[in-house]
């Protein structure tokens, strides 16, 4: 049986995890379409759950551990009165909860994967659908912002601008003990990611306003506050807006968004790529399944399929964790309420099981 043609636009790492994913498949031909990127590296860092981190290692196959640094532990505080109330801990003994991992250290392995594969890069710039033409199916990989989307959407997504930046960098520090944790500060909240035994990254999300020429100054001084400690050595800050935008229509005929464009939502609780990487999964076992029937993807429901199964997800996901994020703004007439309601977390196990699930799990299996 001649091979379908898969052609992946985007370099990024959900368009080289899709690849590696899709040319396990015996049956497809995977190619992937990208400009020519000159930019510099990607210097942040990604947090992927525990069954994510098995998904990495099955699509990688021999995975160098060293670059995916395991927490046991997660710590979660809130600012109250000028003090940081611990009010709810996840603790593992025997398993890992999360694996942080840095983008560009990835990315590498993930090309030098694909060139051991033989899988071909076609360098070209997409400006348009028919520039495809020739692959029975198409798989858009362009992050959020992509126009080319407009040919495919249908419906309105659900969108929000949070009116807020992403600030991220990295710290070098000679502390001991520094678990994973956020902060959820007045000024909006801040997630310690450790990547290494002195090294962790940052992602603290705040106003627009919030941004001035001064800082490094304000993350050194933040950062020092909290964790209490007098000497940090910060690098590589970066920002970003953020936004919340839900696809409601995944496909069109035979092209399929994925990745940051059918989902770009707050980094607050970390879970923005774990739901990329699931979706990359459940098109694997989908068009395993159909292709293993002898179906050509383009006369197989595939696509409408994968987008039923991963829709409910991602948009229950988005929409939570929006809520969660507007809970804990800063607000005088609702924070004692808050206070309440934070006491009690701590003791609820029950929550705090269904919470590790879901981060692990999603919302389906």
Same mark, same amino acid.
């Given at each position: 049986m001649k091979k379908q043609r898969i052609g992946i636009v985007g370099d990024g790492l959900a368009g080289l995890m899709t690849a590696l994913a899709l040319n396990d498949l015996p049956t497809l031909d995977v190619q992937i379409i990208a400009k020519k990127n000159k930019l510099k590296k990607d210097k942040r860092t990604t947090a992927i759950s525990a069954s994510n981190y098995e998904f990495f290692h099955r699509v990688l196959d021999k995975l160098d551990k060293r670059l995916f640094w395991p927490s046991k532990?997660? @710590? &979660?505080?809130?600012?109250?009165?000028?003090?940081?109330?611990n009010f709810l801990n996840f603790n593992?003994?025997?398993?890992?909860? &999360?694996?942080?991992?840095?983008?560009?250290?990835?990315?590498?392995?993930? @090309?030098?994967?694909?060139?051991?594969?033989?899988?071909?890069?076609?360098?070209?710039?997409?400006?348009?659908? +028919?520039?495809l033409d020739g692959y029975?199916?198409?798989?858009?990989?362009?992050?959020?912002? %992509?126009?080319?989307?407009?040919? *495919?959407?249908? %419906?309105? %997504? /659900?969108?929000?601008? =949070?009116?807020?930046?992403?600030?991220t960098g990295y710290v070098k520090h000679n502390t001991k003990n520094i678990n994973t944790s956020q902060f959820f500060l007045k000024e909006g909240p801040l997630a310690i990611l450790p990547f290494s035994k002195n090294n962790f990254s940052f992602v603290w999300s705040v106003k627009k306003g919030f941004v001035t020429k001064n800082i490094a100054s304000t993350i050194? !001084?933040?950062?020092?506050?909290?964790?209490? *400690?007098?000497?940090?050595?910060?690098?590589? /800050?970066?920002?970003?807006?953020?936004s919340l935008n839900l696809k409601r229509t995944y496909y069109k005929s035979d092209v399929l968004i994925l990745g940051e464009g059918l989902h770009t939502i707050h980094p607050v609780a970390g879970q923005g790529f774990n739901l990329v990487l699931r979706d990359i999964k459940k098109?694997?076992? *989908?068009?395993? =399944? =159909?292709? +293993?029937?002898?179906?050509?993807?383009? %006369? !197989?429901?595939?696509?409408?399929?994968? !987008?039923?199964?991963?829709? !409910?997800?991602?948009?229950?996901?988005? *929409?939570?964790i929006d809520l969660t994020h507007n809970f804990f703004k800063h607000n005088k007439l609702l924070n004692p309420l808050k206070d309440v309601i934070l006491k009690n977390v701590l003791k609820n196990d029950t929550l705090k099981k269904l919470s590790k699930f879901i981060s692990n799990q999603g919302l389906s299996i």
């Open positions: 532990k997660i @710590n &979660l505080f809130y600012e109250s009165n000028e003090k940081k109330v593992e003994i025997n398993n890992n909860l &999360l694996y942080v991992f840095e983008n560009d250290k990835i990315k590498d392995i993930l @090309n030098k994967k694909i060139k051991k594969k033989k899988i071909k890069i076609i360098q070209k710039s997409i400006n348009q659908l +028919g520039d029975d199916l198409k798989v858009l990989c362009l992050g959020r912002n %992509s126009k080319i989307y407009q040919n *495919v959407i249908k %419906s309105r %997504s /659900i969108e929000k601008d =949070y009116k807020e930046m992403a600030l050194k !001084s933040k950062i020092c506050e909290i964790l209490k *400690v007098k000497n940090i050595n910060i690098t590589n /800050i970066q920002t970003y807006p953020l098109l694997k076992e *989908v068009l395993e =399944y =159909y292709t +293993g029937l002898g179906m050509s993807i383009k %006369s !197989s429901p595939a696509l409408e399929d994968f !987008s039923n199964q991963r829709k !409910s997800e991602n948009i229950i996901t988005g *929409v939570g």
